[in-house]
């Protein structure tokens, strides 16, 4: 038997977060039988948006919850994949470092997350709000699992090549330069 793919999905417990959307899919998706296993990670949510435990167990058949993940690297080095299926995001730490440790990604076509993912070459992307997309993405990837550790590669090469933070931080110091 093949061993499980393993989804993570690891964010704050929260509706503009995806994680709904994760949960509603990755039902599906291991519904169908599939050598699969998702994962979810995260501190509690608040206010009106927050995804409630009770929810999260509704669902334990399908989807594991780790708990708040305070070690988030940790977390993505036992993943396969990363899935970031967020409604609005700047740009999602955790998607970064999971493309500096080499995780294919699945995210949501918004601004922020779209910019780390070339289609089918480091990941893919998804609507945002639309869990039969991302249960779709899913089956893509355990369809073309043979792919992974060359999308792996590419995410990490993406990371190192336009995403490292002292990069980032002398744009910053460039663009604050005064005349």
């Known amino acids: 038997p093949k061993i499980p793919l393993v989804f993570l999905a690891c964010s ?8 709904v959307d994760f949960l509603e899919a990755a039902a599906v998706v291991k ?19 927050a995804v409630q435990m009770d929810m999260i167990s509704r669902y334990s058949a399908s989807v594991d919850y780790a708990g708040d993940a305070r070690d988030v690297v940790a977390a993505i080095r036992d993943a396969h994949v990363f899935v970031c299926p967020s409604h609005l995001e700047g740009m999602p730490h955790a998607l970064l470092q999971a493309m500096a440790a080499g995780r294919p990604l699945i995210a949501t076509d918004i601004a ?5 993912i070339d289609e089918m070459v480091n990941g893919t992307l998804v609507p945002p709000r639309n869990p039969e997309a991302l249960a779709d993405a899913f089956r893509r ?11 792996a590669r590419a995410s990490r090469a993406k990371a190192a ?4 933070m002292t ?8 663009a604050l330069k005064l005349p």
Do not use: C, Q, W, Y
């Not at 922020?112 to 780390?116: D, I, L, N, V, Y």
């Not at 980032?168 to 110091?173: T, Y």
């Open 12 to 19: 704050r417990l929260d509706r503009i977060k995806g994680v």
């Open 141 to 151: 990837l355990l369809k073309h699992r043979a792919l992974l550790p060359a999308m």
């Open 31 to 49: 519904a169908e039988g599939h050598a699969v296993r998702f994962v979810l990670a995260g501190p509690e949510g608040s206010g009106n948006g």
């Open 161 to 164: 090549r336009g995403f490292a």
């Open 167 to 174: 990069d980032a931080n002398a744009r910053i110091i460039e």
């Open 112 to 116: 922020g997350s779209r910019e780390t």
